[in-house]
């Protein structure tokens, strides 16, 4: 199992930006996959998961303003964020749990990792 993300930049308050997550070992279809994200200083926190069937659970700390989604074809995560705020400034990491089919938020829940991709938004 390998995952490399992508996508991440510095945007300015109030800009977009669309981070993916390239899987190879496995179909993206067939586990639970996530992004989280951590901030300097803060622990590691979920954003957003999409399960097998396609069942979504999104952060309160988002709102409406991130989107999970997959590409089977492309097998690869995708997680589209608008509306950036500073807060949401952190490094983004997609994972994914091999072990069980539910998506939780818990970092522990999930045995692979991608290295990570830095957003950074200024006000």
């Known amino acids: 199992v390998r995952l490399v993300e992508s996508g991440g930049h510095s945007v300015q308050s109030g800009g977009s930006l669309r981070l993916s997550c390239a899987a190879s070992?496995?179909?993206?279809?067939?586990?639970?996959m996530g992004w989280f994200r951590q901030a300097p200083g803060k622990e590691r926190e979920g954003v957003a998961f999409?399960?097998?069937?396609?069942?979504?659970l999104s952060a309160d700390s988002v709102g409406g303003r991130f989107t999970i989604s997959r590409d089977r074809a492309k097998n690869t995560l995708f997680l589209q964020m608008t509306s950036l705020q500073p807060e949401d400034t952190a490094v983004y990491y997609c994972?994914?749990?091999?072990?069980?089919?539910?998506?939780?938020?818990?970092?522990?829940?999930?045995?692979?990792w991608g290295q990570g991709t830095q957003v950074t938004v200024s006000s």
């Open positions: 070992g496995f179909p993206v279809s067939t586990l639970c």
């Open positions: 999409i399960d097998r069937v396609g069942g979504v």
């Open positions: 994972a994914t749990r091999s072990w069980f089919p539910a998506c939780t938020y818990s970092v522990s829940d999930y045995n692979f």
